[in-house]
């Protein structure tokens, strides 16, 4: 167990895939939960998540969290709703094809299916 460890603490590939797959699991949380057809977020909110898992390096975490974001807006997932001092506003509507995907799929087969559409 403890080769884990070293591998995980030293691995930014391995870092990377955790930090989406719990984004992609608070996205759906959130999906499960919601009332309306939009849903808002924060990175900073998604890295109170993962402070759950791992205490460490909770800004460098939201720095890459924000890079999946970006990511997932540049590639029409979800949207920028508002920009501030405070950094930006994403949000995911219910007529999205990302909540589909968060509503049909578990959080593996969600990063499959995005990772797949990627390298397309």
């Known amino acids: 167990m403890e080769g884990f ?5 030293y691995s930014d590939k391995l870092d990377s895939y955790v930090i989406k797959r719990i984004t992609i699991q608070f996205l759906q949380d959130q999906a499960k939960n919601a009332k309306g057809n939009l849903i808002t ?3 900073s909110k998604i890295a109170q998540d993962l402070s759950i898992y791992s205490r460490k390096d909770i800004r460098a975490k939201t720095v890459m969290i924000r890079g999946f974001l970006d990511e997932l807006v540049h590639r029409g997932y979800i ?3 508002k920009r501030s001092a405070r950094g930006k506003v994403y949000g995911l509507y219910r007529s ?4 589909d995907l968060l509503e049909k799929y578990e959080t593996d087969k ?3 299916i995005l990772e797949s559409e990627k390298l397309q």
């Open 96 to 99: 999205g094809k990302l909540w």
């Open 110 to 112: 969600v990063l499959e």
């Open 79 to 81: 949207a920028v709703i």
């Open 5 to 9: 460890r070293t591998i995980y603490k």
């Open 41 to 43: 977020f924060r990175p």
